[in-house]
């Protein structure tokens, strides 16, 4: 019941995200990796260690975020997991003949060679700023954070599972903030491109502001999202309507 549910809300969640539709009109391949994602979420739910530990490999394999996904406490999840990676890695180098693609995927990915800008930050770090400090930032924690490449199609993907949690919505505190502020950005994001990229009217400064309050307001999002989640076991536990000890309303501070 609880994994057909998920899918019946999810599954539409997802198709009619706009964010999906504009990742099919740019022919990303985000899509493939999503499917991956959402086909090991799956095998997790309804308890099949084997499928999951290969998903979560045909994942990490085609962009190495997923490994934040790897439970670390199962040791019979270790070995399927890297097992099923190895094998796969394997049959590239065959196909391939060469272990040229380890460098080409994985180390592009940790480099960030390319600053074309998209709607990530690295980009902006790198080309304006940062460029002497590239390694000192690569070596950071930041990698496993922040996606160097991302798309809009990543976004879609964790927004699909937010109606799941359609219980926590009366406990969310800045829902209407946050929506306006990623409906705005997503307006300004071909506006500024345009003005910047082909009318030479703005800079990289007007584009990577935006890219940054997008970010942000994703932030925001999903931890409005843990605040919601943490203050209904807090009501749970205590009661819907908490009293003082003279008898009075009090009021609830998550710090």
């Known amino acids: 019941m609880y994994e057909s549910n998920i899918l019946h809300v999810s599954c539409p969640s997802y198709l009619l995200n706009p964010f999906t539709i504009l990742s099919c009109v740019a022919k990303s391949t985000c899509g493939l990796n999503n499917a991956v994602i959402a086909l090991f979420v799956l095998a997790t739910i309804k308890g099949n260690v084997l499928l999951s530990a290969i998903f979560l490999s045909l994942a990490t394999y085609q962009s190495i975020y997923p490994l934040t996904l790897f439970w670390w406490f199962v040791a019979q999840y270790l070995f399927m997991y890297l097992g099923s990676l190895f094998v796969i890695v394997g049959l590239s180098f065959f196909l391939l003949g060469s272990w040229d693609f380890l460098p080409s995927v994985y180390g592009f990915?940790?480099?960030?060679?390319?600053?074309?800008?998209?709607?990530?930050?690295?980009?902006?770090?790198?080309?304006e700023m940062f460029e002497h400090f590239r390694l000192f930032f690569l070596c950071l924690a930041v990698i496993s954070i922040f996606k160097s490449y991302p798309t809009v199609g990543d976004i879609a993907l964790y927004m699909a599972f937010l109606p799941v949690w359609s219980h926590l919505h009366r406990f969310l505190r800045n829902i209407f903030l946050v929506s306006c502020v990623l409906?705005?950005?997503?307006?300004?994001?071909?506006?500024?491109?345009?003005?910047?990229?082909?009318?030479?009217?703005?800079?990289?400064?007007?584009?990577?502001?935006?890219?940054?309050?997008?970010?942000?307001?994703?932030?925001?999002?999903?931890?409005?999202?843990?605040?919601?989640?943490?203050?209904?076991?807090?009501?749970?536990?205590?009661?819907?309507?908490?009293?003082?000890?003279?008898?009075?309303e009090a009021t609830l501070v998550l710090k």
Do not use: M
Request: hydrophobic share 50%.
């Open 109 to 127: 990915i940790l480099s960030v060679p390319d600053l074309t800008p998209n709607v990530g930050l690295f980009w902006y770090f790198f080309a």
């Open 183 to 248: 409906l705005a950005c997503s307006a300004l994001f071909p506006v500024l491109w345009h003005l910047w990229i082909y009318a030479g009217s703005a800079n990289s400064n007007f584009y990577y502001a935006i890219t940054l309050l997008f970010n942000v307001a994703q932030i925001l999002l999903v931890s409005d999202y843990f605040y919601a989640f943490l203050r209904r076991e807090h009501h749970l536990t205590y009661g819907l309507y908490l009293k003082r000890k003279d008898g009075s």
